[in-house]
Every structure is written in C-alpha cells, then in structure tokens.
C-alpha cells in the first residue's frame, strides 16, 4: 500500500517496493441465486428475481493486454528480477516481480495474512505491545500481485472518468499506487501500522508512544522500519515510519544499531550514490 512514491532521477537508486505474492485472497462474493425447487409444484409461478451471479474475476480480465503495457511503461528500463533469498529478499523499483509468487500464508487476524515466522513475530510484538498499554493495529500486510494490479488498474480507470487521458491517468496512478511487481507487500514478510488511537499513515505516528516503542523494539523481533527517514534516495520512497519488514534478528539488530537501510545493509545501496564508498555488509552478491 504504498501510497507515496517518490520518483527519483534514474541515475539514483530507485525505490525499493517488493512484492511476493501468492495466492490470491481476495474473496469474491457469490450472492446464491435462488432456485425454484423442481419437486414443489405451484400454482402460480413466482417470479425469480433475476440478480446476476457475481462471477469471480478472472486473472485475465484484470491483466489486460492494456494493464500489462500500462506498467511496463511505468518500470524503469534497467529494472532486474527481485532477489529472493529468504527473509533478506530485495523487492524494490530496481528488482521487481512480474507475478505471483508460491509461498505459505498464514492468518493474523482481521483478514491479514503473512508468511509463519513473520506472523509469529508480529504478533508477539503487538502482544507485548499491550503490556505496556501501547496499542498497534495492522492495517495491510500481504498483497497479491493482482490485488496490486487492481489497485493499479481501479486507479487508472477512475482518473480517466475523471477527464484524464490515459496515458495521463496512467502516470497520476503510479504516483499514489504502487507499480505492481515494486510493491514489498508482496513478499508477506511486511505490515503497515497505526495504533489505537492515531489512525493516519503519516508523520504523525512518530509522534505517539507506540511508534517510539517499536522503533526501539522492532528489531528484537526481527523487524525493520524500512523507509526510515534520510534513506529515500536509496530506497526511494519516501520515508514511511508505518511500514515494517521483517528480516530476522540479526540482520535487524544490525541494521537497528547501525541506522542504515536494508539497501545499505545488503550492499545494493548504488556505489555512486554518495562518495563511491560502497555500503552494506554486501550480504548479496549483485554482480556489483
Ligand atoms: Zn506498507
């Protein structure tokens, strides 16, 4: 649910948005149309009202030939498969995903899912959270590939109702929905937060006790604010103190200590981006 994306000067580092997804949740409601049974003889006919059944929505009526041009003409050219490895995977505006991904799920309340150790973690944290009477609410966590498209394509759609032309519409939507494939709600291993009482997705969380907490806590569950502030021309995205990934302990702990983003501590963070110093601990071998 990456609302903010930040364009950055192909020369930087692009953004950082993942996604792994897998199956599809969405759930589509079936009204059940009524039928006459054939056994029960009347009189007098009763009329059947005549509601159309809710078809489920096919992946092919979502991506369209149209949709699937639309985001290629929203990635960068020099864009490179995610890197899957495990819990560090990368999933950004340079490494990307093109579909679902295969992955177990599991539930963590109020229709979230994510992948088992980061769902377990999670919701240690939140429980933990509540001892202290600090309240966090997840409010989106996994996605599906499609769901993103959707989002993407819905988004689309109504900018153009909206007097748009599409190929301006398309741009607009890429600038308040993530590009599917960018998104690292894909990947189940990230929740966005708010707390019991501070519902907005905005600086504003900083200032309650619960993000405080879990910006000193996070990492002894292994998770990361992973936009933090200063980092957005390596991630490139804008700073989301809401956005938490889960990377395991000691990649967090590290990263927790060191005030570095995930870029930085996989050692993908760009080499020109500053002083040609290269960073990160270079946990995955780009070809760099
Ligand atoms: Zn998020």
């Known amino acids: 649910m990456k609302k903010y994306i930040r364009s950055v000067s192909s020369a930087l580092f692009l953004g950082i948005l993942l996604t792994l997804g897998m199956n599809r949740m969405e759930v589509y409601a079936t009204e059940p149309i009524?039928?006459?049974?054939?056994?029960?003889?009347?009189?007098?006919?009763?009329?059947?009202?005549?509601?159309p059944a809710a078809r489920p929505k096919r992946k092919e009526d979502i991506l369209t030939v149209q949709v699937k041009a639309d985001i290629e003409s929203m990635l960068k050219e020099d864009t490179q498969d995610a890197i899957m490895n495990g819990y560090l995977s990368l999933l950004n505006k340079d490494y990307i995903l093109h579909d679902e991904l295969e992955m177990d799920l599991v539930g963590i309340g109020n229709g979230h899912q994510l992948e088992p150790l980061a769902a377990e973690k999670i919701t240690q944290l939140v429980k933990d959270a509540q001892k202290e009477r600090l309240y966090i609410n997840i409010t989106s966590s996994y996605r599906t590939y499609l769901k993103q498209v959707e989002l993407f394509k819905n988004k689309i759609e109504r900018l153009e109702k909206e007097g748009y032309t599409h190929e301006e519409a398309v741009k607009e939507a890429a600038t308040v929905v993530a590009v599917p494939g960018t998104s690292e709600h894909h990947l189940g291993l990230t929740v966005d937060f708010v707390t019991g009482r501070y519902k907005k997705l905005d600086e504003g969380i900083r200032n309650t006790n619960e993000y405080k907490w879990v910006e000193e806590h996070a990492w002894e569950y292994g998770y990361i604010i992973r936009y933090p502030q200063g980092k957005s021309d390596i991630t490139g995205i804008i700073t989301e103190p809401w956005h938490l990934r889960y990377v395991g302990i000691p990649a967090a702990k590290l990263i927790h200590d060191r005030g570095i983003c995930l870029e930085e501590f996989l050692g993908v963070a760009y080499d020109d981006q500053k002083d040609g110093v290269s960073y990160g601990a270079g946990w995955i071998n780009t070809g760099r």
């Open 34 to 51: 009524p039928v006459a049974d054939p056994n029960v003889v009347t009189e007098v006919p009763v009329q059947q009202p005549t509601v």
